[in-house]
């Protein structure tokens, strides 16, 4: 569910869930757990990334849909501890995303020090904006210190 390419101290962590790399609980605890053990394994900086076209679609909201209360109220955990790890890792994190990143896949980007998207028709964003709903008190939290810089195309 991840895969890991190392270049000197510099680790790529690449979301590996075909096709759009949802979020479930076993990719998040594969994730949590590969930033957590990088800076102990000597590495210096964390890039994370996706697919060609997404980075990340986000939860897989199919499958918790399937869930009852108590593993629903696990996944958002895991999410959120996956979150929190990407965003108090003590060495720098870098979001590389080459194609869509809405919701979920949004915040894991924005809990990264750093941004680069590919040029391209790609959207991002959080989905609760577009129909004017409040986001969750902890993705409020990780958008606070965000800010995404206009780089001029051309």
């Known amino acids: 569910m991840i895969e890991s ?3 000197g101290d510099i680790l790529e962590l690449r979301l590996a869930r075909p096709p759009v790399n949802a979020l479930n609980p076993d990719l998040l605890e ?9 800076p102990g394994d000597g590495v210096r900086a964390l890039i994370l990334s996706g697919g060609p076209t997404v980075f990340s679609a986000g939860l897989d909201v199919p499958y918790l849909l399937t869930l ?3 593993a629903l109220a696990a996944s958002w955990h895991s999410f959120f501890e996956c ?3 990407i965003a108090r890792s003590p060495i720098p994190v870098a979001a590389a995303i080459g194609g869509h990143s809405p919701a979920g896949g949004c915040v894991l980007a924005l809990c990264c020090d750093y941004r680069v ?4 028709p790609f959207r991002i964003g959080l989905n609760e904006v577009e129909v004017a709903w409040s986001c969750p008190t902890a993705s409020s939290t990780c ?12």
């Open 5 to 7: 390419s190392r270049s």
């Open 30 to 38: 594969a994730l949590r757990g590969a930033v957590e053990a990088a």
């Open 68 to 70: 009852e209360r108590d």
């Open 83 to 85: 979150a929190r790890s």
């Open 117 to 120: 998207m590919a040029q391209g």
């Open 143 to 154: 958008c606070a210190g965000s800010s995404a810089p206009t780089v001029p195309s051309g």
